[in-house]
Structures are given as C-alpha cells and as structure tokens.
C-alpha cells in the first residue's frame, strides 16, 4: 500500500537539495530543465543519476541524444531555475536565449558558466520509475569552481549557502 501523493510532496520538502540545470543538446536543438532529483551514483567510474518526468519538455531529447550536462546552480542563477523551471512560459531552445553565458564541454551538451560545478555526461543508463526515468550518466568531463555556492531549494523556497553558513554560526 501506498502513501497518498500529496503526503509524499509535503513529506520531501523536508528534504533540501541543490538546484541544477539539466541540459542537452539533440540535433540543433538545445533542451533543459530544472531538477532537484540529482545523486552520486558512484565513483569508479564516476557516474550521477538524474530523474525527469516522462512529461518533461527535455525528457526525450536527453534520451534521444545520449549525453546531459547537471549543471550545479548558484544564487545568482536563480532566475534561470525559475525559466528552466516553466514559470515564465518560455520552453526549449527559447530557456537558453538571453540569460546566462553557455559553452560546452567533452559531450557538446550546454554548459552554464559560472556553477559551481557542471557534470557533463554520457547516458548509459534509463530506467522507468512511475512518472520518471532515471538517467544515469556518466561523467566524462567537468568544470569546477570551488569557490561558488549552490542555490539550494528547501521547504518551497530557494536559499543559497551564505544563509546555512551564518545559521550554522548563529547555532
């Protein structure tokens, strides 16, 4: 037996979880969305997993093209979350017009400039799970910058790691 959805929903936003960006590129077409459903898999070989609903605009295109980039947002991302997150109206290729810088790395799916991280990588895995497939990637390149903060999503609402830092220190 089942818990009831909705339980489910309130119940995991107890959960915090960095916001990302999961981007791909099939054809011409760039694709994205945003996603808190992100985790390490393993690290030999280093491979991350990534869960999007089959509704998803990206869902196909991350499958048809066999390679995503999770792209580790930081505060100042947070206006990019909310379009890659459908809240402006704007979908596919349009999300990645005049915001953000983008590049690409080994696998040519987009790559945010400016996140603390970007994991760019292979699909050797799918499986469905519900409303979602599971993607599993794995890493074949990176683009690090130790010194940026993650935007984290918690209870509803985006916080950023300067305001754990000082709770923490108030604490």
Request: proline share 5%; charged share 20%.
């Amino acid at each position: 037996m089942s818990i009831d959805p909705a339980a489910f929903k309130k119940g995991m936003r107890h959960l915090a979880a960095s916001v990302t960006l999961i981007t791909t590129r099939h054809r011409e077409l760039r694709g994205g969305l945003t996603a808190t459903a992100v985790c390490s898999v393993s690290a030999e070989p280093p491979q991350i997993l990534v869960c999007v609903n089959k509704t998803a605009s990206a869902h196909d295109p991350i499958g048809d093209a066999g390679f995503f980039c999770v792209n580790i947002l930081a505060p100042a991302h947070r206006k990019l979350a909310e379009r890659f997150a459908g809240m402006d109206g704007v979908e596919g290729d349009e999300r990645f017009h005049d915001m953000g810088e983008w590049a690409t790395l080994t696998t040519g799916a987009p790559v945010l400039k400016g996140c603390p991280v970007s994991f760019d990588c292979k699909l050797v895995t799918r499986v469905a799970a519900g409303t979602h497939t599971i993607y599993i990637g794995e890493i074949v390149d990176l683009c690090l910058d130790p010194a940026a903060m993650p935007l984290l999503y918690a209870d509803g609402t985006f916080v950023h790691g300067e305001h754990l830092k000082k709770a923490a220190q108030a604490a």
